[in-house]
């Protein structure tokens, strides 16, 4: 008789999952003057398993034959996830009701249904378990994207969805190549295939294709269309948690499975994260309209995350989770207040910003204390996450590319602080006060705290994260 698998590893997948179900019958029985509701419910419901997950629902454990684990880290950056997916849901109830009213179910499900992809890729060991959790991840917020009907959301979303098919070409390309080398679709079994033309080939199209994903120079074209076609909540959540997951599913792909071929991978990482950091930041620094700067902004973001994960060690991927969690606060946050100033002045110019200090003092402080955390300006969350990440990078040896990321950041700031001199210094006419959706305004506040309390008090954060990447023995 076969044995049933135990499912007990997948239990915070098989919550997400149920949530999408309970969501999915309750859309079809709600009245549609109640679909409001949906929101609401998944907010909740991602926040009790958020909770449950720190009270012991994840269990530990390795099921379907090793395909799939269960451990510290992988916990961890699921955690990050379902904040992504709650503060996404949260910020976008108010977005969805006035402009979708109609296809509110389909936004929320969406959003469940790539969150559980993005869950089962933390623990994904097996190339076709990461290849089905890489597809479930992307391909529904490429219909995400295309919710808002008019040119510039249907063109971001066609650049998504270009975006996607060649990332998955070039990843099942390179998995191809990799199987036929190894024999095996487990990451433990391709430790053995050595080095070589063939190898070295395989590898460089599986990091194509999830660079594509990440954002990463020069796979980074399609970003800043994207960004500022799509409705911007969703921008949020995309500009966050798609990258996470890829991140996780790296760490086991190259960390656990083919960490002998460091030599040949960690060169090319330290390549992409060194262009990376320097096309994202010199071009974000030209950008005028704010959805386009974040998305450029979050290119060099992504250049230095690629900088813990050429480093390679147990210390690196601590600091690597210790961000990931920062930058969902930071950038999540930075782009509902976004949404919430194109969406009273009818533009995400940086000028549209003028005077909001004024207007709406609140909000102001909000985007200027998340402005601070992506600059790496002491003391809020970004800030330990930048100086702890470029500490790992440098133990790492990885010395040339920690000063370049330093000259950089130095640079980021007059980016940055664009957007900060209009909120506080530049002066305007403009006499209009931004309204908050209850909705929007609690999923702000929420990052706000989550960016402060990592910046008063990092270590319970910290060593949560230390801890769990220690114990993959790196």
């Known amino acids: 008789?076969?044995?049933?698998?135990?499912?007990?590893?997948?239990?915070?997948?098989?919550?997400v999952l149920a949530l999408a179900l309970l969501v999915f019958v309750a859309d079809l029985l709600l009245p549609a003057s109640e679909k409001r509701g949906l929101g609401s419910l998944t907010a909740l419901g991602l926040g009790v398993i958020l909770v449950a997950s720190c009270c012991g629902l994840s269990t530990q454990g390795v099921t379907f034959s090793?395909?799939?684990?269960?451990?510290?880290?992988?916990l961890y950056l699921k955690q990050v996830l379902l904040v992504a997916g709650l503060l996404g849901a949260l910020g976008s109830i108010d977005h969805v009701d006035k402009h979708f009213p109609a296809r509110q179910g389909e936004h929320y499900l969406l959003m469940l249904a790539s969150l559980t992809g993005m869950l089962l890729l933390t623990g994904a060991r097996d190339l076709l378990l990461w290849v089905v959790a890489f597809e479930l991840a992307g391909i529904p917020l490429i219909v995400l994207a295309g919710l808002?009907?008019?040119?510039?959301?249907?063109?971001?979303?066609?650049?998504?969805?270009?975006?996607?098919?060649?990332?998955?070409?070039?990843?099942?390309?390179?998995?191809?190549?990799?199987?036929?080398?190894?024999?095996?679709?487990?990451?433990?079994?391709?430790?053995?295939?050595?080095?070589?033309p063939l190898q070295s080939l395989a590898l460089a199209m599986v990091l194509a294709g999830v660079a594509f994903k990440l954002g990463v120079v020069p796979f980074h074209l399609w970003m800043a269309d994207t960004y500022e076609g799509a409705?911007?909540?969703?921008?949020?959540?995309?500009?966050?948690?798609?990258?996470?997951?890829?991140?996780?599913?790296?760490?086991?792909?190259?960390?656990?499975?083919?960490?002998?071929?460091?030599?040949?991978?960690?060169?090319?990482?330290?390549?992409?994260?060194?262009?990376?950091?320097?096309?994202?930041?010199?071009?974000?620094?030209a950008q005028t309209d704010s959805r386009r700067l974040l998305a450029l902004s979050g290119?060099?973001?992504?250049?230095?995350?690629?900088?813990?994960?050429?480093?390679?060690?147990?210390?690196?991927?601590?600091?690597?989770?210790?961000?990931?969690?920062?930058?969902?606060?930071?950038?999540?946050?930075?782009?509902?207040?976004?949404?919430?100033v194109s969406e009273s002045e009818g533009s995400a110019d940086i000028g549209a910003y003028t005077g909001l200090a004024t207007r709406a003092p609140a909000l102001a402080l909000a985007m200027l204390i998340f402005l601070l955390s992506l600059g790496g300006i002491p003391f809020v969350a970004g800030f330990w996450a930048k100086v702890l990440l470029l500490w790992a990078a440098w133990q790492g040896g990885l010395v040339v590319l920690v000063v370049l990321a330093v000259l950089l950041a130095v640079l980021a700031l007059f980016y940055y602080l664009k957007i900060a001199r209009a909120l506080y210094i530049a002066e305007s006419d403009n006499a209009?006060?931004?309204?908050?959706?209850?909705?929007?305004?609690s999923a702000i506040g929420l990052c706000v705290a989550g960016v402060v309390v990592m910046g008063i008090l990092p270590g319970p954060f910290l060593e949560t994260a230390m801890s769990a990447a220690r114990a993959l023995g790196l």
């Open 299 to 340: 290119v060099a973001h992504m250049g230095l995350m690629l900088m813990a994960l050429a480093a390679g060690s147990a210390e690196a991927v601590g600091v690597l989770c210790f961000y990931a969690l920062a930058y969902a606060f930071t950038n999540m946050g930075a782009f509902l207040v976004v949404s919430v």
């Open 66 to 74: 090793g395909t799939y684990v269960a451990d510290g880290v992988g």
């Open 148 to 196: 808002q009907k008019d040119k510039r959301g249907t063109e971001g979303a066609l650049k998504l969805f270009l975006t996607t098919a060649a990332s998955s070409a070039f990843t099942l390309y390179g998995f191809s190549i990799l199987w036929g080398l190894s024999g095996s679709t487990a990451f433990v079994g391709m430790a053995a295939i050595g080095v070589g």
């Open 231 to 285: 409705p911007t909540p969703t921008v949020a959540f995309l500009s966050v948690a798609p990258k996470v997951a890829v991140f996780a599913g790296l760490i086991r792909f190259l960390l656990e499975g083919l960490l002998p071929l460091q030599a040949v991978w960690g060169g090319a990482l330290v390549l992409l994260a060194a262009i990376t950091l320097v096309q994202g930041n010199l071009s974000a620094l």
């Open 432 to 441: 209009s006060v931004p309204t908050l959706g209850r909705a929007t305004a």
């Open 1 to 15: 008789m076969t044995e049933f698998p135990d499912l007990a590893p997948l239990g915070l997948e098989l919550s």
